[in-house]
């Protein structure tokens, strides 16, 4: 995955690199945990046909579910229910070949699969992916760092500051210090500790002194993101802003979006929907959302090429992304098909909104 600063802080698709880069440290296979933002960690979900049909045991209970499932979605999705006769548990197998058959015949873009969790044994659901792209999406403080360090920009940075204050304290977008991003600053840390005798004098000066900025300026300015007081004062801020140039449009545009989204979703977070090893439980490595969704420092120094480097270098050997899912479970007869990734989307170009304007403000 690959953020370019000459277009966005967001976006782009993975690119192999052709150069071959040392490092000190890779990024653990094991992420760090946040501030309750993989919660999502803690849900077990099982796929079980086409995973593993065993699974779902033996039991005439079992057949009972999935069958009273089967007759519901067949009913939604006005698909012939098919013939159950044979002996468990390949009449749940046949019967379910059909209808995920005719099923892909629609063309709804949702898949099917038989569902096995916490309280259900072998239920038939539907799914549908919020596709991120294979973008990162990450937002960089140093923007608003500086913001705040200049009094005429009072205004924008007391907007701004509300804008992450939601991102982090609500939606969940992790702060990079203790996360996946600051496991990569770190190995570049330590990289040009190992390396320091190999790199030019000026260059080390330069390094040094980004990293104290990152540091002090970085922390220094999430302290006021955490702060309770600039989410409450986020719709006061909004009304009062009025924009002098098309800079200032964008901010108050975003801004009304997001706050939008907050008013709407109060208390979503960015991770509600994403389910861990739902579609791909074999793997042994998955990119998780808190890889690709995070603050991050800046995007204009030599050393956020380095970090897109080793995240490139990192990612590229990783097959499964993470990524919101949003489930309807036939247990019960249902009205409508209904997958909400309303706020996924709606969140996830925001973000796109503001990683541009941050190259701008």
């Known amino acids: 995955m690959q953020n370019t600063p000459a277009n966005s802080q967001v976006c782009q698709e993975p690119r192999r690199s052709s150069k071959r880069h040392r490092r000190a440290k890779r990024p653990s296979d094991k992420h760090t945990c946040l501030h309750g933002a993989n919660g999502f960690l803690k849900k077990s979900f099982s796929p079980v046909i086409g995973q593993n049909l065993a699974i779902l045991g033996g039991s005439k209970e079992i057949e009972k579910e999935y069958f009273i499932s089967l007759a519901h979605f067949t009913a939604l999705h006005d698909i012939t229910m098919p013939s159950v006769e044979g002996s468990y548990p390949m009449n749940i197998a046949r019967s379910f070949s059909v209808v995920k058959d005719e099923f892909a015949k629609k063309d709804t873009g949702l898949g099917i699969l038989i569902l096995k969790d916490e309280n259900r044994k072998a239920c038939i659901a539907t799914f549908k992916t919020c596709d991120t792209g294979m973008n990162l999406f990450y937002i960089a403080v140093k923007p608003l760092a500086r913001l705040l360090q200049n009094p005429r920009k009072k205004r924008q940075a007391q907007l701004l500051l509300s804008v992450f204050a939601y991102l982090y304290q609500v939606a969940g977008m992790p702060d990079y210090h203790n996360g996946y ?36 300026f970085g922390r220094k300015t999430f302290k006021s993101i955490r702060h309770p007081y600039h989410l409450q004062q986020f719709e006061n801020r909004l009304k009062r802003f009025i924009p002098l140039n098309n800079a200032d449009k964008d901010l108050l545009k975003v801004s009304r979006l997001l706050f939008d989204l907050y008013k709407n979703y109060p208390s979503r977070r960015i991770f509600d929907n994403v389910h861990y090893r739902f579609l791909e439980p074999d793997e042994e490595r998955h990119i998780l959302p808190d890889d690709y969704i995070s603050f991050f420092w800046d995007s204009d120094s030599f050393v956020y090429e380095e970090l897109m480097e080793y995240i490139n270098g990192d990612f590229q050997e990783i097959a499964c992304t993470e990524e919101p899912i949003a489930l309807q479970y036939f247990d019960t007869p249902q009205g409508a098909i209904k997958h909400d990734l309303a706020f996924e989307d709606a969140f996830f170009e925001c973000l796109h909104h503001l990683a541009d304007l941050l190259e701008i403000i």
């Open 181 to 216: 991003v600051g496991s990569n600053y770190e190995a570049i840390y330590e990289n040009y500790e190992y390396y320091c005798r190999d790199i030019d004098e000026s260059d080390s000066r330069t390094f040094i002194s980004w990293n104290m900025n990152m540091q002090y």
